[in-house]
């Protein structure tokens, strides 16, 4: 039987836009999950979400190391922030079973105009790289991130990286291109978590995940140059442009269940 179906090669499309988005903005999920549930209508939620994470975390932990060879990650933020993430995605997903995602849904989309505004009224906002803590603050400050993006992406997940970067330029002083970078950790620390259920589960597709995976990779490349090339002010057009699409979304999604 051929692999390289038309199906599989739109996936395959997918995950390569998905690793570019991914590695400067985060928000891949929002391409590779939806054509997932397209091309296999028939297969179980949990499968197509443990295929979409194979093939996420490899591109994610290939930017991360791209960026990390580059750039100064703030390993003091990062990786507290990463641990505590870890945690609580398990606390996030375990949350699901007794409290409905459509109550939290008009929260979300709250959040993301507060976000979209705050960054367009802020012409500066995230172009230079001012860390605003250290010592003790810095560690609370970056497990309190941590658990709470954790925590949503366990239960929600969507528009994770988004959100990352935005905390991390606001409330840590980094500029975009370190807050990017310093995403990339604690998602691959996210999605770690979750593949930790998904897996031992049997909740995934080997051969479309390794497929998707090295497409994901790919694209990861292209974005992690990119960003690395046109630097903050970059990164900063494109989260603007990636939150008015989590933005729509959000839209229609609250509203058309109402």
Same mark, same amino acid.
């Given at each position: 039987?051929?692999f390289?179906?038309?199906?599989?090669?739109?996936?395959?499309?997918?995950a390569?836009?998905a690793?570019? !988005?991914?590695?400067?903005v985060?928000?891949?999920?929002?391409? #590779?999950?939806p054509t997932l549930?397209?091309v296999?209508?028939?297969?179980?939620?949990?499968?197509?979400?443990?295929?979409?994470?194979?093939?996420?975390v490899?591109?994610?932990?290939?930017?991360?190391?791209r960026?990390?060879? #580059?750039?100064?990650?703030?390993?003091?933020t990062?990786?507290?922030?990463?641990?505590?993430?870890?945690? @609580?995605?398990?606390?996030?997903?375990?949350?699901?079973?007794?409290?409905?995602?459509?109550?939290?849904?008009?929260?979300?989309?709250?959040?993301?105009?507060?976000?979209?505004?705050y960054?367009?009224?802020?012409?500066?906002f995230?172009l230079?790289h001012?860390?605003?803590?250290? +010592?003790?603050r810095?560690?609370?400050?970056?497990?309190?991130? +941590?658990?709470?993006?954790?925590?949503?992406?366990?239960?929600f997940?969507?528009g994770t990286?988004? @959100?990352?970067?935005?905390?991390? !330029?606001? @409330?840590?002083? @980094?500029?975009?291109?370190h807050a990017?970078a310093g995403?990339?950790?604690?998602n691959?620390?996210?999605?770690?978590?979750a593949?930790?259920?998904?897996?031992p589960?049997?909740?995934?597709?080997?051969?479309v995940?390794?497929?998707?995976a090295?497409?994901?990779v790919s694209?990861s490349?292209?974005?992690?140059?990119?960003?690395?090339?046109?630097?903050?002010?970059?990164i900063? #057009?494109?989260?603007? !442009?990636?939150?008015?699409?989590?933005?729509?979304?959000?839209s229609?999604?609250?509203?058309?269940?109402?």
């Open positions: 039987m051929d390289l179906t038309p199906e599989i090669l739109v996936l395959l499309t997918a390569l836009m690793g570019v !988005v991914d590695a400067v985060g928000g891949g999920g929002l391409i #590779q999950i549930f397209a296999y209508p028939t297969e179980s939620a949990a499968t197509l979400f443990g295929t979409n994470k194979c093939a996420s490899v591109g994610t932990a290939n930017a991360t190391w960026y990390a060879r #580059q750039v100064v990650m703030p390993w003091r990062i990786l507290p922030a990463a641990l505590a993430a870890f945690i @609580f995605s398990y606390i996030g997903a375990a949350t699901v079973a007794w409290l409905p995602k459509d109550v939290v849904r008009p929260l979300i989309l709250f959040l993301l105009v507060v976000a979209a505004v960054t367009l009224k802020r012409k500066e995230g230079h001012r860390p605003a803590h250290a +010592g003790h810095e560690l609370i400050y970056a497990i309190l991130l +941590g658990a709470l993006i954790g925590f949503y992406d366990g239960f997940g969507p990286g988004s @959100f990352l970067i935005f905390l991390f !330029v606001r @409330f840590f002083g @980094f500029d975009f291109l990017s995403a990339k950790v604690v691959v620390a996210t999605n770690l978590a593949l930790g259920y998904f897996l589960h049997g909740y995934i597709l080997p051969l995940a390794a497929a998707m090295v497409a994901n694209g490349m292209l974005g992690t140059r990119l960003a690395l090339k046109y630097g903050s002010g970059f900063r #057009q494109l989260f603007l !442009v990636m939150v008015a699409v989590l933005i729509v979304k959000f229609w999604d609250t509203f058309s269940v109402l």
